[in-house]
């Protein structure tokens, strides 16, 4: 199943939000680093995005209100069949919105790859789009922190959450 961000306490002004597009696919939660802005038709003034490097400055997360995606077989592509955001996908090409973090901005993600124990921080490592659990947070390219465990309904399913707070990006070493 794909990842539900959930924007608790967060920023939401223009500086904020940025529309960026992938050459693969992604999903809300996912870190990108933002690059050159597009000017082809189809994507013009969407920034072209990558997977963050340790040198990036400018990351944010997929987060978009979409609703889900499903391909056949055949390659056609169907909106709305399902109201599940666990199906929400974006597939390559496909313009999208990048929440940028600020200090102390709350979250909540489903989807957190590794071990939840003994870790106090869900981290974004360079060269990777996907959260990691972390112990001490010191080589992610964004840091948050773990502030709790709560559930949110999604149907009738009740699907658990991680808790986060946004406490920065770690200064890259000289």
Do not use: C, W
């Not at 939401?12 to 940025?18: A, E, H, I, T």
């Not at 929400?88 to 590794?114: H, L, Q, R, V, W």
């Not at 840091?143 to 890259?172: A, C, H, N």
């Amino acid at each position: 199943m794909a990842n539900i961000l959930i924007l608790r306490s967060a920023s939401s002004g223009d500086p904020d939000v940025k529309t960026g597009v992938a050459e693969i696919e992604l999903e809300n939660g996912h870190a990108v680093a933002l690059g050159e802005v597009s000017t082809s038709r189809e994507t013009r003034n969407a920034f072209k995005v990558a997977a963050p490097t340790a040198d990036d400055n400018k990351i944010g997360l997929v987060y978009n209100a979409d609703l889900p995606v499903l391909k056949d077989a055949q390659g056609n592509i169907y909106k709305g069949i399902s109201s599940d955001p666990r199906s929400i996908t974006f597939p390559a090409g496909t313009i999208f919105n990048i929440y940028m973090p600020s200090k102390y901005d709350e979250i909540a993600m489903t989807e957190i790859k590794g071990t939840a124990e003994n870790a106090k921080y869900v981290i974004y490592k360079a060269g990777e789009t996907t959260p990691t659990y972390s112990a001490d947070g010191t080589d992610g390219v964004l840091v948050f922190e773990i502030t709790g465990k709560k559930y949110v309904s999604v149907g009738s399913d009740r699907v658990p959450t991680v808790e986060l707070m946004f406490v920065g990006v770690p200064k890259v070493q000289a």
